[in-house]
């Protein structure tokens, strides 16, 4: 059964771009709408994390839980999703941070 799935990826090469065009809408830069199978779905994934490098991605797509959607992530990236007793939340990781040292 197909279902929604939305993909944001960033700085990702132009054949990904192409390839994710095969099968989504780029309603806007960096944001791909379509409706496809959970094959499909997971073989569009696997390429995508798979040549994101530098870049950042974000899968969503419907599934039977309390939010109603599960989320992915690849490459790298400073927000991270994490369970919490069944929820998603999103953990943002600081960036490296230099501290003057007192004299």
């Not at 974000?58 to 999703?81: D, H, I, K, M």
Request: aromatic content about 6%; some cysteine.
């Amino acid at each position: 059964m197909s279902s929604m799935t939305v993909i944001s990826a960033s700085a990702i090469p132009d054949h990904l771009r192409g390839a994710l065009t095969r099968w989504l809408l780029e309603v806007t830069p960096q944001l791909y709408i379509g409706t496809v199978s959970a094959r499909v779905r997971d073989d569009l994934w696997s390429s995508v994390a798979a040549c994101t490098g530098d870049g950042t991605a974000v899968l969503a797509y419907p599934a039977a839980n309390e939010q109603g959607f599960e989320l992915r992530t690849a490459g790298t990236r400073r927000r991270e999703p994490l369970d919490f007793d069944g929820l998603t939340l999103i953990s943002f990781r600081r960036g490296v941070q230099e501290t003057a040292k007192p004299s």
